[in-house]
């Protein structure tokens, strides 16, 4: 049985919960439950606070889960990044008072407040700088005006709560983080079929399916705007000079290929949403 630690608060925990889901896998109805068996599937979950999640499976107490990238680097634990989840996207970067910090060295002997102080303590050491850290739960914008450090290290994603605080960035970029999947040292024996459910849903939300009709002299040319994954799926049609077309398409790509295909000779163009998927 494949024990999965899945965040139970906080902006990753939604769309964790969403995937696994869509993943075929049992959710809790209940936000207050903390352990689910789901044993059509043969897994457990543990709804964990997300920052504990890379403890919990680097320690081997858990096998698998999701968490951030900028969570797990910051918690040191043994636990290994397997894929990335392409949700919960952010860098993680300095910021200071509008014009009084360009480069890193500029921190040298300041007070940076960050809730990541592993992370951040990391990249200090690496660049050579020493700086005090001041260790906050939340809300580390707000460090400054309040007078607690010089600048902070935090995760940014519109930049909005920056601006808001009077901050900007400065120095190079700490880390690009998003939602991973995490595995224990001792690679679990159920992770490879967990891994290819998530991969589908990640491939069902990318793309989508597009079929047309083509006068069939006109198909290397279509094939080039839109290739498909390994190769579009051709099939007759009744007028043997016209052919029906099938073809993946990644879901941002959608209306300009429309385009370029009628503007071909395609016609009868049709898109559909992809519900699952095992590439
Ligand atoms: N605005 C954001 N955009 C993208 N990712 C974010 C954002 N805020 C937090 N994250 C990511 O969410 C994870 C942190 O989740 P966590 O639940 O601990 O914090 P939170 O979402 O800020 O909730 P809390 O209110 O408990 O602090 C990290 O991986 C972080 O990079
Ligand atoms: O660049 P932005 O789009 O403004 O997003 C980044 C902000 O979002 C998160 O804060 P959250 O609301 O989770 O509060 P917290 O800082 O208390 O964790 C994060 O910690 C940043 O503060
Ligand atoms: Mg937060």
Same mark, same amino acid.
């Given at each position: 049985?494949?024990?999965?630690? #899945?965040?139970?608060?906080?902006?990753?925990?939604?769309?964790?919960?969403?995937?696994?889901?869509?993943?075929?896998?049992?959710?809790?109805?209940?936000?207050?439950?903390?352990?689910?068996?789901?044993?059509?599937?043969?897994?457990?979950?543990?709804?964990?606070?997300?920052?504990?999640?890379?403890?919990? #499976?680097?320690?081997?107490?858990?096998?698998?889960?999701?968490?951030?990238?900028?969570?797990?680097?910051?918690?040191?634990?043994?636990?290994?990044?397997?894929?990335?989840?392409?949700?919960?996207?952010?860098?993680?970067?300095?910021?200071?008072?509008?014009?009084?910090? @360009?480069?890193?060295?500029?921190?040298?002997?300041?007070?940076?407040?960050?809730?990541? %102080?592993?992370?951040?303590?990391?990249?200090?050491?690496?660049?050579?700088?020493?700086?005090?850290?001041?260790?906050?739960?939340?809300?580390?914008? @707000?460090?400054?005006?309040?007078?607690?450090?010089?600048?902070?290290?935090?995760?940014?994603?519109?930049?909005?709560?920056?601006?808001?605080? /009077?901050?900007?960035?400065?120095?190079?970029?700490?880390?690009?983080?998003?939602?991973?999947?995490?595995?224990?040292?001792?690679?679990?024996? /159920?992770?490879?079929?967990?891994?290819?459910?998530?991969?589908?849903?990640?491939?069902?939300?990318?793309?989508?399916?597009?079929?047309?009709?083509? %006068?069939?002299?006109?198909?290397?040319?279509?094939?080039?705007?839109?290739?498909?994954?390994?190769?579009?799926?051709?099939?007759?049609?009744?007028?043997?000079?016209?052919?029906?077309?099938?073809?993946?398409?990644?879901?941002?790509?959608?209306?300009?290929?429309?385009?370029?295909?009628?503007?071909?000779?395609?016609?009868?163009?049709?898109?559909?949403?992809?519900?699952?998927?095992?590439?």
């Amino acid at each position: 049985m494949l024990r999965i630690a #899945v965040p139970n608060k906080g902006s990753l925990a939604e769309t964790a919960a969403l995937m696994l889901d869509e993943a075929g896998y049992a959710v809790r109805k209940d936000p207050k439950v903390l352990h689910l068996l789901d044993s059509r599937n043969d897994v457990e979950f543990f709804y964990l606070r997300p920052r504990d999640i890379a403890t919990y #499976v680097g320690s081997g107490a858990l096998d698998v889960g999701i968490t951030g990238r900028d969570l797990l680097l910051d918690s040191h634990s043994e636990a290994t990044e397997v894929a990335e989840l392409d949700f919960a996207r952010s860098t993680f970067r300095f910021a200071g008072p509008t014009g009084r910090f @360009s480069e890193l060295s500029d921190l040298e002997g300041k007070r940076l407040a960050t809730s990541y %102080p592993g992370l951040v303590g990391d990249f200090l050491a690496e660049a050579g700088v020493t700086s005090t850290l001041v260790k906050l739960d939340g809300a580390v914008e @707000s460090a400054v005006q309040l007078g607690v450090a010089d600048a902070v290290a935090d995760v940014v994603e519109t930049g909005s709560s920056l601006r808001n605080a /009077g901050l900007e960035i400065f120095g190079p970029v700490i880390l690009r983080s998003s939602a991973v999947l995490v595995t224990s040292p001792s690679v679990p024996a /159920g992770l490879p079929t967990l891994l290819r459910r998530l991969q589908g849903v990640l491939v069902a939300r990318q793309f989508v399916l597009m079929d047309y009709d083509l %006068p069939v002299a006109l198909l290397e040319q279509a094939t080039v705007i839109a290739g498909g994954i390994e190769s579009p799926t051709v099939s007759p049609l009744r007028d043997p000079e016209w052919v029906a077309v099938r073809v993946m398409v990644r879901r941002e790509d959608t209306n300009s290929v429309m385009d370029e295909l009628y503007g071909l000779g395609a016609r009868a163009i049709l898109v559909s949403a992809i519900h699952a998927a095992r590439l």
